[in-house]
């Protein structure tokens, strides 16, 4: 059996362009990209915690340490300039491997620059 579980998370990055015209995808600063292990061309899942918006679209790369989070096509009628959004990857693993499994959790501060890197969320408490 399968387990579908988050590969990697890019937590707040700021949105730094949105390009109606453009054919389409998410560009991503490619040491976001390297740092969260998401691949150029990768299913990706953004929820935007300005407007409750949720979609899926595909990472491609932008220039490395650029802070470029740049949602495309019809895409950018869900976000804009400034918001914050949450970027996920998820990836199927067997339930052999479920239990040593760690997902790539990216911090960054408002520029886009890494902050901290993670492989497990902390425990919410009450």
């Known amino acids: 059996m399968q387990c579908t579980l988050l590969k990697a ?3 707040r990055v700021t949105v730094t362009h949105a390009e109606l015209e453009y054919e389409g995808s ?3 600063d490619g040491r976001l990209l390297d740092a969260a292990g998401i691949h150029e061309y990768e299913q990706i899942h953004i929820y935007n915690i300005n ?3 949720r979609f899926v679209t595909y990472a491609i ?3 490395e340490g650029s802070g470029i989070i740049s949602v495309n096509g019809a895409a ?3 976000a804009a300039p400034g918001h914050l ?3 996920c990857a998820y990836v199927a693993v067997s339930e052999q491997e479920r239990g040593q499994h760690k997902p790539s959790l990216v911090y960054v ?4 620059r890494i902050k901290d890197i993670r492989h ?3 425990t919410q408490g009450v």
Do not use: F, M, S, T
């Open 26 to 28: 998410c560009a991503i």
């Open 51 to 53: 407007n409750g918006e």
């Open 76 to 78: 950018a009628h869900k």
């Open 61 to 63: 790369r932008a220039q």
């Open 85 to 87: 959004v949450i970027v």
């Open 120 to 122: 497990a969320i902390p």
């Open 109 to 112: 501060y408002a520029d886009n």
């Open 9 to 11: 998370k890019l937590h």
